[in-house]
Structure formats: C-alpha cells, structure tokens
C-alpha cells in the first residue's frame, strides 16, 4: 500500500536523503552541497514543496517543486527533482507521484510545468515521453555560482 | 543617462512589450500568450519580480526573475527573460542590467543564479562566457501543458 501525500516539514530528511541518492545516481554527489538544516529553513520561508510517496511509515519517492512564470504562458509549476527510492522502482510509483504533481499544478492555477532530465537519462526521457510531454534539446543552461 | 531599478506594477505594461519583443526575435510570437491582466495579477501574487533599464522616461530593458531551489546548493535565482530593446544594444545596458540581478541574487542569499539560452542565439550565448558563466549543454527540458 502506498500512500501518496503532500510533504510536511517532518519528511525534509527524507527528502534530503533521496537527493543525496539521485545526485549519485547522475554522478554529482560532490556537487551535492545543500544541508538538512538549509532544507528546514528554505522550506519553512516557502521556497519548495514537496509531493511524498510512502510506504509501511517510509518516504520512498517525492517530487520537489515551486511556483516559477513562464512570461509567455503564465503560472509555470517547476519539477526540480523527482526520485523513487531505486529497490521500489517500476513499480508504479513515480507514476502515481508525476500524477499528483500534475494535479497540483492544475491547483494552482499554473499554465504549464517544466523540468530538465540528463540527455543520457534514458529512462527517465522514456518515462517523460509516456506522459506526453514535448522534450527540447535546444536550450542550454547557464550558470553562475556565488559560492567561495 | 540610464537608470537601473527595481521594476514596480507601473512598469508591466513595458515589461510586456519587452517580453514581444523578445518572443519575435525567438522567432515565437503566436506562442506568447499571457495577458497584461495576467502580469498584473501574477506579479501582485509576488511570483515574479523584475530589474529595469530607464531612459528619459522610457523602459528600454528588463530582467524579470523569480526566485527558486537547487537540492543540491540551495536558493537559486532564476532569470527567465533579459532584453534590452533592440535600436538600444550594444551600449552596455545589459550589462548594467545583469550586474544588479547579480548583485540582487546575492542579496536574497542565493548560492546561484541560472537561466536558458537558445543554442543558436549567438549574441547571448558570447554575452554570458563573458561573465564567466557555466554553459550546460547536456540537459533537456520537458513541459506538460495544460491550455486547452
């Protein structure tokens, strides 16, 4: 039985854990610098959301999300990581959680959602492809850190 | 004289045309839908906040920005659309422009800023290594509409 919820502030270190597993998964978790307790203070100043799948009292996939604007559409929604623990994928979960996610979204009033997968990410651009979502190869990402 | 400033509501009907502007030259104007109506009541929702060029009156450029998360690094503002108008280019406005977006990042306590750029936009993408920014060229973006 799974249970697909709404994060509260009680689940952050859950949350924090499967970042941790995703960003070793895509090959970064040195790049993963962000604290349990930075968690707690940016979701506490209403910076992210989450959407939580859980089973038997355990947090085993979210999405993490917040309001952005598309300045040609309107309301964007913003997926900025989405995991399932990796023993309880295709099972289902990430589908039922994606599900949610989009049904927030719509609750909100938002135009569209967005995200960005890894071009090498096959699985994850297959499952993106299932959900009928147009995948564009032609932006890049810019970037600049403030960090010393 | 140019001016740099925080963009307030007076300043939407401006930021709209820049965003047309910007739109045409993307080579995208019939997917520019939002309403001014729509910029008024998103912006007065604080999803949105915007830096503006002025000149003798007259809004010549903006950035509209909003802030959102990195899991991995923390606050993270994001800049959705950057213009100068066209017959005002090349007189280093833009800059002036991205130095306070800068400078206003950093004073929202973010550890970063990021943006997109179309891979053939050659003017801009020169603009930002310019800046010593990190051009990612690897990530895709999904989007799910829900306009009918």
């Not at 090959?27 to 604290?35: D, L, R, V, Y």
């Not at 799948?53 to 309001?67: N, P, Q, S, T, W």
């Not at 995991?83 to 599900?99: A, N, T």
């Amino acid at each position: 039985m799974t249970t697909i919820r709404k994060g509260t502030r009680d689940d952050l270190p859950a949350v924090h854990a499967l970042v941790r597993e995703l960003a070793i998964y895509e090959k970064a978790e040195h790049e993963f610098i962000a604290t349990l307790e930075d968690y707690y203070a940016d979701y506490e100043a209403g910076i992210f959301q989450t959407i939580v799948a859980e089973r038997e009292g355990e947090v085993i996939g979210m999405a993490l999300y917040y309001m952005t604007y598309s300045t040609w559409k309107g309301r964007m929604l913003y997926l900025e990581d989405f995991v399932v623990r990796e023993s309880y994928r295709r099972q289902g979960i990430g589908q039922l959680i994606f599900d949610a996610y989009l049904a927030e979204a719509q609750a909100l009033g938002c135009q569209l959602t967005k995200w960005q997968v890894l071009d090498w990410n096959r699985p994850a651009v297959r499952f993106y492809e299932k959900q009928s979502a147009t995948i564009e190869k032609e932006w890049w990402n810019g970037k600049i850190s403030f960090q010393s």
